[in-house]
């Protein structure tokens, strides 16, 4: 099962044994990103030809952001990601970005004391705005359907990733993760006694 563009779009961002690794990090990998989602983006725009300037890269880190923001506030109370919840902006500033960047007749993410809900909207778009509008669409679209409540923040050591539980004993994102847990937890009581 491939996870929701919402989702991978959130998870941009991930450790590795070297320490946070961003898929924004440079245009050249932000291209590699979208061309690899292009299929989930809604649109139709070349993305071969296309190498994100310095400003659209900025925009596309930003709308993550966003995102991030939305998935730790729908976590709530369990913890957001560690990667950056201290640098995530307040919950009712990235919805009202998130909200700002979806397309034409596209949908936007109201959210009132029953969670989330779609509202519709009318408006026009450029290029990067097309792509920005395809992506907070897709979280729309996911935070409004049934799969959303199975977001979990992994707790693993060093992981940063949001996760989608789909077993009701799964605990980690990946198998990895579980391993690392579980030896951490073997490590520290062994270091006890």
Same mark, same amino acid.
């Given at each position: 099962m491939v996870d929701p563009l919402a989702l991978r779009l959130a998870n941009t961002i991930r450790a590795t044994s070297s320490g946070l690794t961003d898929a924004f990090a440079t245009p050249e990998s932000t291209r590699e990103w979208l061309q690899t989602n292009a299929a989930h983006l809604g649109t139709r725009m070349d993305l071969d030809d296309y190498l994100p300037g310095e400003a659209d890269r900025t925009a596309l880190v930003e709308l993550r952001q966003n995102v991030r923001a939305v998935f730790a506030e729908y976590v709530s109370p369990q913890a957001p990601s560690s990667a950056d919840a201290a640098v995530l902006p307040p919950f009712p500033e990235a919805l009202t970005a998130l909200n700002n960047a979806t397309a034409?007749?596209?949908?936007?993410?109201?959210?009132?004391? !029953?969670? =989330? &809900?779609t509202l519709e909207r009318v408006l026009t778009a450029d290029d990067l705005d097309t792509v920005m509008a395809g992506l907070a669409d897709a979280t729309v679209e996911f935070f409004t359907g049934p799969v959303a409540s199975q977001i979990?923040?992994?707790?693993?050591?060093?992981?940063?990733?949001?996760?989608?539980? !789909?077993? =009701? &004993?799964?605990?980690?994102?990946?198998?990895?993760?579980g391993n690392r847990a579980r030896a951490a937890r073997h490590y520290a009581q062994h270091r006890e006694n």
């Open positions: 034409p007749t596209q949908r936007l993410l109201g959210w009132g004391r !029953s969670g =989330p &809900r979990r923040t992994c707790p693993a050591p060093r992981c940063v990733r949001y996760f989608l539980k !789909s077993h =009701p &004993r799964q605990e980690w994102c990946s198998v990895a993760c």
